[in-house]
């Protein structure tokens, strides 16, 4: 077991920033539901708890609330933002509506560093996003090691049970030295000593996927993506021949897809690859479908049929394995009472059969994505598998509006392949976290030749990102930009305009649907 902080997220859009600078300080970090009972979090055997910001007041009604007996558990506990309030209100304090809102940069001016701010400076910027305030601290126990302009209760402290509240935000780059605050909980306050590395990682996988398959055969879909490819080759490392890798052609790959794919399996993996062309099944159940949801359900569902097909042949095939990483089971899973709601459920989680033969096997499901590429890496897999940017499985699916049909899928084809051509010639592809065509099924007038047009849009969307939670448009050059629209206007029949997507994530997603 490595050690662990455990992230009691009360819905705050940095729950997983958090849980990322743990692990940058090399501790493994969970993010779990706030009301988690306190014998859950203690069958866990963290080493600390840190408690995330949250949009509600403490004082409201139905505000989330963690169980109490946590702060009796004898773990040390962070409370950042929400969490400071929640801990101080559950331990006799008072919170309040401040006077004003505070957004933004302020300056923390600490009086006792205490364990948190060893190397801190005195007096640090610090980035707040908070409208309550501490209006009364509990009665004894506490010390105040901070304050800022506005917060007079920025940080405190209960030395007794170990117990540290902030106001201000240390995940976010504007608190530039937020990173060693997250350090010092963990390795001052918590006692981890940040063994928590891929290889480490690796090892222990490796002994896991050994224990949970034993003899029987392990099924893998396979897309060609990252995920999936450093899924079976931690697979493969752990059980050699009991892998069987099965591809599928859902009919919404990109041009050529299947080939392409195929060939870097190839020419990288010394393990069997069963191909099953099931376009045709899965364009007809798509037919006529516009509705988003409905179409990842329908992939997720047919993928799996497909996979119990393919399995037939193998005997004993008892698992299903799949490149899930955490990011996958955050934004799918709707957790009950888990204030982070589900947004899109993505075909490999939310879009799973309720009923399935398989058992699941996903060695990477607690990983964020450039973690995945650093497995990858170990594994030695060459830097244009692991640095292939996301493609969902749903595919064009969910970048075609509307119902698919083979004609315009193939007009988004040829446009996405121009998009992907041109951002490759420019030396971008590999330091953009995406990019890619998306097809409008509304019709604009235009005139080429001096003729009248009356032909589809194609929007162009390129996104910044570490692990997909969130994300900003690029802001590709203008002459790139002119480049592409020319040559798909030029190039793709039926599609006569093109338009540049400048929405970041959030509030947009980084596919359309
Ligand atoms: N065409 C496909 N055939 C077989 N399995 C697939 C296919 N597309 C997706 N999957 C399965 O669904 C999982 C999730 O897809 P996802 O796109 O998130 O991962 P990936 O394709 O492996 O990596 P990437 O995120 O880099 O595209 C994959 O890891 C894989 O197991
Ligand atoms: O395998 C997948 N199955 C899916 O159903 C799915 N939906 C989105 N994505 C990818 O996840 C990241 C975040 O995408 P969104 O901002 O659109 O949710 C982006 O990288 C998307 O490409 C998916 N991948
Ligand atoms: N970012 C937060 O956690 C905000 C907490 C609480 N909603 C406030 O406004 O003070
Ligand atoms: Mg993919």
């Not at 801190?120 to 910027?125: C, R």
């Not at 993996?269 to 069963?274: G, Q």
């Not at 099931?278 to 798509?286: C, G, P, V, Y």
């Not at 793709?492 to 093109?498: A, L, Q």
Request: some cysteine; charged content about 25%; overall charge negative.
């Amino acid at each position: 077991m490595s050690e662990t902080i455990i992230v009691l997220d009360f819905g705050s859009q940095y729950s997983q920033l958090i849980a990322r600078r743990i692990r940058e300080c090399r501790v493994y970090s969970r993010i779990m539901p706030f009301n988690t009972p306190a014998e859950t979090i203690r069958a866990e055997r963290p080493q600390g708890i840190i408690l995330s910001g949250g949009p509600s007041s403490v004082y409201a009604e139905n505000a989330p609330k963690c169980d109490p007996a946590i702060f009796e558990l004898g773990i040390p506990i962070l409370g950042i933002c929400y969490g400071l309030q929640l801990m101080i209100q559950t331990l006799g304090g008072e919170i309040a509506r401040g006077r004003a809102r505070e957004y933004g940069k302020a300056i923390l001016e600490i009086a006792e560093p205490g364990e948190l701010f060893v190397g801190v400076s005195p007096k640090t910027q610090v980035w707040m996003s908070h409208g309550d305030k501490v209006a009364r601290m509990p009665e004894g126990g506490f010390r105040v090691l901070g304050s800022s302009g506005n917060t007079e209760f920025c940080a405190v402290h209960m030395p007794e049970r170990n117990l540290y509240g902030i106001q201000f935000h240390p995940e976010v780059v504007h608190t530039p030295e937020g990173k060693s605050i997250i350090g010092n909980f963990c390795r001052r306050i918590c006692g981890c000593a940040g063994d928590w590395t891929m290889e480490s990682f690796i090892e222990q996988q490796l002994r896991e996927i050994r224990a949970t398959v034993g003899k029987s055969n392990v099924i893998l879909g396979l897309s060609g993506g990252v995920d999936s490819s450093v899924a079976a080759a931690l697979i493969h490392k752990a059980i050699g021949k009991q892998l069987n890798c099965i591809f599928v052609n859902n009919g919404v790959l990109r041009k050529n897809e299947a080939e392409r794919v195929r060939e870097l399996f190839g020419r990288n993996f010394d393990m069997k690859l069963i191909y099953v062309d099931a376009t045709d099944r899965f364009l007809s159940k798509l037919a006529g479908v516009d509705e988003p949801e409905k179409k990842r359900k329908i992939i997720g569902n047919e993928f799996v049929t497909v996979f119990d097909e393919a399995s037939a042949k193998i005997e004993n095939a008892e698992f299903l394995a799949q490149g899930t990483t955490y990011p996958d089971v955050i934004e799918s899973v709707p957790i009950d009472g888990n204030p982070a709601a589900m947004i899109k459920s993505h075909h490999n989680v939310g879009g799973l059969p309720e009923e399935m033969k398989f058992k699941l096997l996903e060695p990477l499901s607690r990983l964020f994505k450039d973690e995945v590429r650093e497995v990858g890496r170990q594994l030695g897999l060459p830097e244009d598998v692991v640095m292939r940017q996301p493609f969902p499985g749903p595919g064009l699916a969910v970048r075609h509006l509307g119902a698919v049909t083979r004609e315009t899928l193939d007009i988004l084809r040829d446009a996405d392949e121009i998009v992907v051509d041109e951002i490759k010639k420019a030396g971008l592809y590999y330091s953009i976290w995406q990019t890619f065509a998306v097809f409008l099924p509304v019709r604009t007038v235009g005139v080429m030749g001096d003729e009248r047009t009356y032909d589809y849009v194609i929007a162009l969307r390129a996104v910044e990102s570490s692990d997909g939670m969130t994300a900003d448009w690029v802001q590709l050059p203008y002459d790139l930009l002119g480049r592409i629209s020319s040559r798909i206007i030029n190039e793709v029949n039926g599609v006569n305009r093109v338009v540049y997507d400048i929405t970041s994530k959030p509030p947009g997603t980084i596919e359309w649907e």
